[in-house]
């Protein structure tokens, strides 16, 4: 190994080290988001695929609405698998794959909180709360006074988890929600976020826009936490690194 490739490593492991409390939490967003796009471009080349295989062989007569209409509908018969089965299921997965990773990052927030701090008397799951993510919330304001839910990307992180809780218990079906609560939040979720809909006669429904204002947010909102602990974070993840990745599914639309 040169002596320049000796220096290059060195200053890769010397900034590892200085970032390591936040740089696995940024990559396993990173991840996610690549893995969400590439499917995403996936599974449409695919529908395209089939509709040039299986379009209508006929020429619909363009004075005539009902004609047009037929063949469009022809059109959406040979994509329908891809539509209306593989890119829900694809974008329930990422939404549970999201709502695992964020509660995965959180607990790794306390691991390296008590690493500075030192261990705490009780541990998180010792807290009473609704779920995990509230009981990891109260556990950082009880033991080292830092209030999660005073970052303004936090109310993302509670929309995810109840959809992520629909799709889990009801397979996205909102009728089946057994709290009426959940399901007036689910219902009036939709004014608030893009792309995304629910009504207690239908599954849910999820589209690209929703997927990726989650992603902005919680990537926004560890950004922010890890910036008022004073964590470094690597060069690696810091300006428009998310929005290059989402650049790639735009550009292959």
């Known amino acids: 190994m040169t002596d320049e490739s000796k220096q290059k490593w060195q200053a890769i492991f010397a ?11 940024m990559g396993a967003l990173h991840t996610l988001a690549e893995y969400w796009v590439e499917n995403e471009i996936i599974i449409e080349r695919a529908a395209v695929e089939e509709v040039e295989k299986n379009r209508p062989t006929w020429t619909p007569d363009y004075n005539d609405e009902d004609s047009i209409g037929e063949f469009r509908a022809e059109q959406d018969m040979a994509r329908e698998m891809h539509d209306k089965t593989m890119i829900p299921m694809h974008r329930y997965s990422c939404v549970v794959m999201l ?16 690493k500075e701090h030192g261990l705490q008397k009780l541990k998180w799951k010792d807290i009473r709360a609704n779920g995990k993510l509230e009981q990891i919330s109260k556990f950082c304001e009880v033991f080292f006074e830092f209030r999660l839910a005073d970052f303004s990307q936090y109310a993302a992180l509670t929309d995810l988890q109840k959809i992520r809780d629909c799709i889990v218990h009801c397979l996205g079906d909102v009728g089946l929600l057994a709290n009426e609560k959940d399901k007036n939040y689910l219902m009036t979720l939709k004014d608030k976020r ?3 809909f629910a009504h207690p006669n239908n599954e849910i429904y999820i589209d690209a826009e929703c ?21 470094k974070i690597a060069a690696h993840w810091q300006g428009d690194k998310l929005q290059k990745t989402f650049e790639k599914l735009k550009s292959d639309s």
């Open 15 to 25: 900034d590892y080290e200085l970032t390591k409390k936040t740089y696995s939490t």
């Open 211 to 231: 997927i990726k204002q989650f992603l902005m947010e919680i990537w926004g909102f560890f950004i922010s936490v890890f910036n008022t602990l004073d964590w």
């Open 194 to 196: 893009s792309g995304f």
């Open 99 to 114: 709502y695992s990773t964020v509660e995965r990052e959180l607990l790794r927030l306390i691991e390296n909180l008590e």
